[in-house]
């Protein structure tokens, strides 16, 4: 049997290649069973946009939370996001291409589900509830229909919805495919409240609790549950809690909230 394949996105100031470091456990895990297929950003981003976006006066790569964009050349390694982010936190500029990024990849494969990160994990969602009424962008179409099925599963960690008329028009009321929300009971920079917000527009929801913080999960109990959930995301795939904290070796940190 062929392995499942999930798109996988990368939290802001990260990319493909980074993230992928991150789930490295994960996807040794995940063997020929789940095939994560991991998309960079479309927006590279600078010293300036990271500056403005942490509302810092440092433009600092390593301060930022991305170390190997920081020490690195390769452009593999440099800063991404699926948009813009300004101090208004009222829009979201870029996400347009990003979109249209993913539903280049949709068109040519076929993906069970999508797993992001932050946000990244806020653009899975999107994705997530566009593919079930893709008419309200209608960029996205291809010859009038959309890119690709519904997805069987979303799963985001540490997730949150974003403010923008186009977000409002792909979310409201709801969406319906079934989302797993990973919340770190310690994690100050998306905060349980603020992934609240993405909770309650999923109507088809499953929660669940790591002791850590802002990061994907990766010892052993929460990457046996992760590939047995994207294995079979409708079944009855038991909680990996109760856990001790995980080590933030999965999910990278990134460095401040109010630049999510």
């Known amino acids: 049997m062929a392995a499942k394949k999930v798109l996988v996105l990368h939290g802001y100031a990260q ?3 980074i993230f992928s470091k991150r789930l490295g456990a994960l996807r040794k895990s995940c063997g020929k069973d789940v095939e994560l297929v991991f998309v960079d950003g479309p927006h590279v981003l600078s010293p300036a946009d990271l500056a403005e976006a942490f509302q810092t006066e440092s ?3 390593a301060d930022l939370g991305a170390t190997e964009a920081a020490t ?5 390694l440099a ?3 699926w948009w813009g982010v300004d101090a208004s936190r009222t829009s979201t500029p870029g996400l347009e291409d990003s979109i249209l990024r993913i539903r280049d990849y949709l068109v040519k494969d076929h993906y069970e589900g999508i797993f992001g990160f932050s946000q990244g994990a806020a653009m899975a969602a999107i994705m997530a509830a566009l593919l079930e009424k893709p008419d ?3 960029s996205v179409l291809v010859d009038g229909k959309a890119p690709h099925p519904p997805f069987t599963f979303c799963i985001a960690a540490a997730g949150f919805r974003p403010n923008s008329a186009l977000c409002d028009a792909i979310f409201e009321p709801s969406y319906s495919t079934p989302t797993l929300h990973i919340l770190g009971r310690a994690d100050t920079l998306v905060v349980e409240a603020r992934t609240q917000t993405l909770i309650d527009l999923s109507s088809n929801k499953r929660v669940e609790y790591h002791d850590g913080g802002h990061f994907v999960p990766s010892k052993a109990n929460w990457r046996n549950f992760l590939k047995a ?3 079979d995301p409708l079944g ?3 909680s990996p809690t109760p856990a001790t904290a995980s080590q933030p070796t999965s999910g990278a940190a990134t ?3 109010s630049a999510l």
Do not use: N
Not at 72 to 76: G, I, L, R, S, V
């Open 15 to 17: 990319s493909a290649t």
């Open 59 to 61: 433009s600092s790569l």
């Open 72 to 76: 690195e050349t390769d452009p593999a």
């Open 79 to 81: 800063p991404r996001g």
């Open 136 to 138: 309200v962008f209608p």
């Open 229 to 231: 959930y994207m294995k």
């Open 236 to 238: 009855d795939v038991p």
């Open 255 to 257: 460095p401040v909230a």
